[in-house]
């Protein structure tokens, strides 16, 4: 149980193009949805928290407008990122956690990750 | 602030024991975790401790305690496929994963 996938697993684009990245929990609901940005041998920057059904939550020094968050059902949270520039290109990973109780409400599981190169 | 440390590196030979220790100051307490990342990879969750002890899940165990802001995960019976990196993560008072650099794991033969 707790599978979470994430399409496309690879991205190439041109700069000033949209990409979006779509997350699903597969086995369970989700009513909170992460989305992580990891650069090359650095740890797990998280960029905001999404709760279905409402405006996702960012973090300082991420722009709302160019990382664009949907959490439209309790399985799928999307991620758009806008007019990518070269200096987006990094490994993007998604999570989700349960909405169900115990231990897996707690857990986050992560889906494979985004790999997005902007030329 | 909110602190995670673990060492970033550490080696050890296949078939032995090595215990990676994880130190935290947070603002409150929900639970620790460990994930294994493989490089390229995105994280998967090894174990979760909220109360004091040790949480023993096959070749991995997990010890919290509380009191003094430590954790340490136990991988015995080192395979080479161990070779990772292990993310210690507290979440605060606030159900929010804060999280550490990471330890990169190296098994020698």
């Known amino acids: 149980g707790a599978v979470v996938s994430q399409h496309p697993s690879r991205v190439i684009c041109k700069s000033g193009t949209s990409v979006k990245i779509e997350c699903r929990s597969l086995?369970?609901?989700?009513?909170?949805m992460f989305w992580y940005r990891q650069f090359p041998k650095q740890s797990l920057m998280l960029m905001a928290t999404s709760n279905e059904g409402s405006k996702a939550t960012y973090e300082q020094g991420v722009e709302k407008d160019k990382f664009l968050i949907n959490h439209a059902s309790l399985t799928l949270s999307t991620l758009t990122v806008t007019s990518a520039h070269p200096e987006d290109s990094s490994f993007y990973i998604c999570?989700?956690?349960?909405?169900?109780?115990?231990?897996?409400?707690?857990?986050?599981?992560f889906g494979p990750g985004t790999r997005l190169l902007v030329l | 602030g909110q602190n995670i440390d673990q060492p970033t590196e550490m080696t050890a030979t296949e078939g032995a024991i090595v215990q990676i220790n994880c130190t935290y100051q947070t603002s409150g307490f929900n639970g620790l975790f460990w994930y294994q990342q493989h490089a390229g990879e995105a994280p998967t969750f090894l174990s979760y401790?909220?109360l004091d002890g040790l949480e023993e899940k096959g070749r991995f165990s997990s010890f919290l305690s509380r009191s003094k802001g430590y954790s340490y995960l136990l991988l015995k019976e080192l395979q080479m496929k161990d070779s990772a990196s292990y993310l210690c993560a507290v979440m605060d008072s606030n159900y929010q994963l804060i999280w550490g650099a990471g330890t990169k794991l190296i098994i020698k033969p």
């Open positions: 086995d369970f609901q989700a009513t909170t």
């Open positions: 401790n909220v």
């Open positions: 999570s989700a956690r349960s909405a169900s109780g115990g231990l897996q409400q707690e857990t986050q599981y």
